[in-house]
């Protein structure tokens, strides 16, 4: 969706190294999510953030929404394989009940 | 708990068929999406229900029609296949409020 600017498109790093994917938008983000999807696979619900300036970690994944809550960042410390696939931002802003998403982030682990 | 589960997986279509694609959920929830999912657009939301009986469009509603008779299942119909329409269909659900969204595996359609 236009609504959702996600980057990097894909990612390519080599094991152990840390990275990181931005999600932003022009209009306020009331509730923004993190999903991973596998390639051929469904997606799978990482983590919801609501509050501006909220962080919330994950194993070795955190999630961070700025104070305007228009941007928010995934970072991941040392990579693995197994974090590997495409990584999606969604997000409410209060539209009524729709939910957009951004086209995703893939990301390729070498070990 | 089978969470969302989406029939068939996969399907091939000649242009102008019809088919459903039936989506059910058993977490009891009141929302339900349909999304589709195409190279470098992302997810983008067909239609969506708040409740039973109920039922709105999305971002690219044309060309597909939905139906929520019963809370656990929504259905996704395509009159006339074109093969604009040959992506990958996911469904999707979610409590009440503003939560996260759970999804289904996926139908990946092909309309030649």
Known sequence: ?111 | NAGVTQTPKFRVLKTGQSMTLLCAQDMNHEYMYWYRQDPGMGLRLIHYSVGEGTTAKGEVPDGYNVSRLKKQNFLLGLESAAPSQTSVYFCASMEGGRNEQFFGPGTRLTVL
């Open chain 1, 1 to 111: 969706s236009q609504e959702l600017e996600q980057s990097p498109q894909s990612l390519i790093v080599q094991e152990g190294k840390n990275l990181t994917i931005n999600c932003t938008s022009s209009k306020t983000l009331y509730g923004l999510y993190w999903y991973k999807q596998k390639y051929g696979e469904g997606l799978i619900f990482l983590m919801m953030l609501q509050k501006g300036g909220e962080e919330k970690s994950h194993e070795k994944i955190t999630a961070k929404l700025d104070e305007k809550k228009q941007q928010s960042s995934l970072h991941i410390t040392a990579s693995q394989p197994s974090h590997a696939g495409i990584y999606l931002c969604g997000a409410d802003m209060r539209t009524g009940n729709q939910f957009y998403f951004g086209t995703g982030t893939s990301l390729t682990v070498i070990p």
